[in-house]
């Protein structure tokens, strides 16, 4: 079983709505969280982390569901400029990335 | 202010030959990491450095071999390249951590490597 999975997606959305989509780990002693972003192979770039109580950093939601251990993504009011691939990871020790799930925003 | 730069961006090379991929890093973060990117996978662990001097292998060492000998410097060296090691690969760096929650990571621009 891999760490991190993800739903590979693609998601495909018009501008202005909203998408969400999560991300399963399987080891429970994961104490940190984050959602990176990529762009067309380019390097993975910090989105937020994710904490306990869920946080906000404008447009994008996080939230961190310990019991399921699962995280989740929700971004609102979509732009073209968040099409990316969007990554999970998670860590105990080590970091464990997820393959991504691909975002794609349509006008 | 550079981050954390690789050098060479591109590299085609062939089977057999010895190739060295740079990562260098201005923040002085304790922790380096390379990390190679295949589709259909996430990134996965190479090597990678605590402190100047020390490594330790990650998810898939075999092939690679890496040094440190300054805290700013991380090379990679395939030291006889085969075609599976056709990749994209990246470096990373990050502050020191507790043992159990490491920290984020901010990652260079990527060597695209290809052998023939």
């Known amino acids: 079983r891999k760490e991190v999975e993800q739903d590979p997606g693609p998601f495909n959305v018009p501008e202005g709505a909203t998408v969400a989509f999560n991300c399963t780990y399987s080891?429970?002693?994961?104490?940190?969280f984050f959602w990176y972003r990529q762009d067309c192979r380019k390097e993975p770039k910090l989105l937020m982390s994710?904490?306990?109580s869920g946080n906000e950093d404008g447009r994008f939601t996080a939230q961190l569901n310990r019991a399921s251990q699962y995280i989740s993504l929700l971004i609102r009011d979509s732009k073209l400029s968040d099409s990316a691939t969007y990554l999970c990871?998670?860590?105990?020790?080590?970091?464990?990335f997820g393959a991504g799930t691909t975002v794609t925003v349509r006008a | 202010d550079a981050g954390i730069t690789q050098s060479p961006r591109y590299k085609i090379t062939e089977t057999g030959r010895q190739v060295t991929l740079m990562c260098h890093q201005t923040?002085?973060?304790?922790?380096m990491f390379w990390y190679r990117q295949d589709l259909g996978h996430g990134l996965r662990l190479i090597y990678y450095?605590?402190?100047?001097?020390?490594?330790d292998k990650g998810e898939v060492p075999d092939g690679y071999v890496v040094s440190r000998s300054k805290t700013e410097n991380f090379p990679l060296t395939l030291e006889s390249a085969t075609r599976s090691q056709t990749s994209v690969y990246f470096c990373?760096?990050?502050?020191?951590?507790?043992?159990?929650?490491?920290?984020?990571?901010?990652f260079g621009p990527g060597t695209r490597l290809t052998v023939l």
């Open positions: 990373a760096s990050s502050e020191s951590q507790p043992p159990d929650r490491p920290n984020e990571q901010f």
């Open positions: 080891n429970s002693a994961s104490q940190s």
């Open positions: 994710v904490y306990s």
């Open positions: 990871v998670v860590g105990a020790y080590k970091l464990s």
């Open positions: 923040w002085s973060h304790s922790y």
């Open positions: 450095s605590a402190a100047a001097d020390i490594t």
